[in-house]
Nanobody, 120 residues
Framework: QVQLVESGGGLVQPGGSLSLSCAAS????????MGWYRQAPGQQRELVAR???????EYADSVKGRFTISRDTAKNTVYLQMNNLKPEDTDVYYC??????????????RGQGTQVTVSS
């Protein structure tokens, strides 16, 4: 079993900053990628940012230039630095990990979610 534990999030005013972190633990053979999605109730999930092996990153167009994703591969941890936050960034943010639990078996895992609210 693999667990993803998130921290960070909260309430911030427009233009402010927040940081999220997510640590993977358990039966980890190899991490392929880690990232963040956000999803409002009844809505489809949206990829916010993803950090792949080899240093490659992907961002949603709506967060480019404002959010930065990074990974500590030794700690199986991913971070999301969110700057210049806007009210439309308000959502529940979920950490996702694409992780091999053995040499031949991988799955996509999701954390419990953390609320980010941007409001004055």
């Amino acid at each position: 079993q693999v667990q993803l534990v998130e921290s960070g999030g909260g309430l911030v005013q427009p233009g402010g900053s927040l940081s999220l972190s997510c640590a993977a633990s358990g039966s980890i053979f190899r991490v392929i990628a880690m990232g963040w999605y956000r999803q409002a109730p009844g809505q489809q999930r949206e990829l916010v940012a993803r950090a792949n092996n080899g240093g490659g990153t992907e961002y949603a167009d709506s967060v480019k230039g404002r959010f930065t994703i990074s990974r500590d591969t030794a700690k199986n941890t991913v971070y999301l630095q969110m700057n210049n936050l806007k009210p439309e960034d308000t959502d529940v943010y979920y950490c996702h990990g694409w992780i091999y639990s053995s040499a031949t078996s991988w799955n996509e895992y999701r954390g419990q979610g953390t609320q980010v609210t941007v409001s004055s």
